[in-house]
């Protein structure tokens, strides 16, 4: 590929026209990979539409309910392009919906019932004259591109076929195979500031704030806030380990069958927190603090705590319907009260909504965009199907297949924790307060 001042030559290719579909929750730069993708495609005169919220409109398709322009999909022009890069939320809109949630094992992609969801959407994108899909959204929507995909290799050998690439979106970062997500750093620096806001009012009144920040499965989100923002302390769910974890029974309701599950042990989590209250006030004279906890402990908490909080379709429990930070802060204060004789006030609070949104910073917009143009580099340029754009180093483009992301046997993905004792995780325990 020329990299001098002239126009790049155009790509053969036999694709015409690509749909972009973006999934689950919103990230900031989301509109630059959306932007800089159709911009690819256009300027090598393919037509490009954009799949309007999510899969939620599409799976809808049928005799009865056609695919409406405005309604169902847009048509992506440049005029509509003009300053998106840079803009905030989503120009086609987002939703949950998963046309693969009856598909939990290879054998069910022979079943017709099974992938009717699936169906619907490969006959919704050939309605409207398909012939590649960029999907772009977490890990629930990559297992959704690789169903996706697989299921095409059961249809007939005519059947036109629709190559799909997946954009790893996430602002908890927790994806294999990329080192970054977009969006990450831009969710970092917002959740941050609010931190330090916190921070400020904590010491006007010598108390604390205990702030549970997004980051389902895995603590990038905490940690990276909790560094930036100069919070007390982080807890995630690599932190639940050795006398942090401990196990319950329950029994299956519908098996009878008894389980053993592994749980947080609340009692050494909390004394954990009181103690890095009392190091601060004993030996650093600050009776104040931000304490920041990832959303997915929740999926620690005891079977009492959760009796009744319902899941999504991807199995997960929905957190907005707990509130984990209120929770903690009521034991943190009690047991705080219990070892001192003197009350300090613990305020818990949500972080999170308010970055999924944010403008966009710089580092995030040029990653963003590279993953957009890296969709189009992979369907035209090199014709791959059922890969995930990825970038490492200086925003080098690489392509990881599917079956290197998703266990063929489950289709599941898998999430990438910080790793225990590595830099990162040091980082963050170095600079919050020392507890022996």
Known sequence: MSTSLSRPPL???NIRKVAIVFSGGPAPAANAVISTAAAAFLRNKIEVVGVMYGYSQVVQFGPDHPMVEGRDYVNITHERLKRTRNSQGILIGTARTNPGVNVSDPAHLKDPERIAPLRTVYDALRSIGVDALI??????????????????DELPKDSPRIPVVHLPKTIDNDYKGIDFTFGYFTAVETLAGEIRNLLADAECSRSYFLAETMGR????LSYGAAIAGEASLAISVEDITGKYLTTEETVDKKTGETQVREVMNLEEVVKRIVATMRVREDSEGKLYGVIVMAEGLAEF????ELEGVPRDEHGHIAISKLNLSRFFANLVA????KQTGHKRKVTGLTLGYESRCARPQAFDVMLGSQLGVGAYRALIERQLDGVMVSVSGQLDLNYVRFEELVDPETLVTVVR???PDSDFHRLARFLETYVD
């Open 334 to 337: 009690e047991e705080y009260e």
């Open 301 to 304: 908490l005891p079977s009492s």
């Open 135 to 152: 999907s772009i959204g977490g890990d629930d929507t990559l297992k959704t591109a690789n169903k996706f995909q697989r299921f095409q």
């Open 217 to 220: 499965s895995a603590g990038w």
């Open 11 to 13: 790509t053969e290719s």
């Open 417 to 419: 924790y910080i790793t």
